[in-house]
């Protein structure tokens, strides 16, 4: 797809989200979910001096292979990442909502990653992603987002999936 095309997509997309807001403003926020208040995991052993580690979530900006990732944290041989079908390793990429464990000899520790922008899990944010938002912002399908998922989407953090948000994601996605 040109860069050209997906300008055009972004643009009628964010119009089309701005007159359904201003639209919708009296009820506008109400029905958003608040994920991160309810998550209260303490991540102690893991830590990187790249990533924001909060909340459970390791905070990733942008794609990265799985050698990369465990590389980015400070004690990288007891780091391990794996999905539902199992290891994520070397040149594979990491994806929101994969589990990220530190194994020592007592302490253990786990955390969920969140790839800023990867709301459909497949490592990277493409114009897939920014359809999700829309469609979970403008409720035109039934779209239930996870946790790691609503955190990857939100980007300023402020629980609560907008516009702002979207911006954030085509700005990423036009730029990669
Ligand atoms: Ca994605
Ligand atoms: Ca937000």
């Given at each position: ?53 909060e ?7 942008g ?42 000899t007592?302490?253990k ?33 039934i779209?239930k ?11 300023d ?20």
């Amino acid at each position: 797809m040109s860069k050209r095309f997906i300008s055009f997509f972004v643009a009628f997309i964010l119009c089309v989200s701005s007159l359904c807001v201003f639209a919708s403003a009296d009820g506008y926020g109400d029905n958003n979910t608040t994920v991160k208040d309810t998550l209260s995991d303490e991540v102690d052993w893991l830590e990187s001096g790249t990533y924001k580690i909060e909340n459970g979530f390791v905070f990733v900006d942008g794609a990265v292979t799985a050698e990369k990732f465990i590389h980015n944290f400070t004690n990288p041989s007891k780091v391990t990442v794996s999905n539902k079908a199992g290891s994520v390793t070397g040149s594979k990429a990491v994806a929101t909502g994969d589990t990220v464990r530190y194994d020592g000899t007592e302490e253990k520790d786990e955390a969920t990653v969140v790839i800023r922008g990867d709301v459909d899990c497949n490592g990277k944010a493409t114009v897939t992603d920014i359809i999700k938002v829309r469609s979970h912002i403008l409720k035109t399908s039934i779209i239930k987002l996870g946790t790691a998922e609503f955190a990857a989407a939100d980007f300023d953090d402020n629980n609560v999936l907008s516009v702002t948000d979207i911006t954030s994601l085509v700005a990423v996605v036009l730029n990669s």
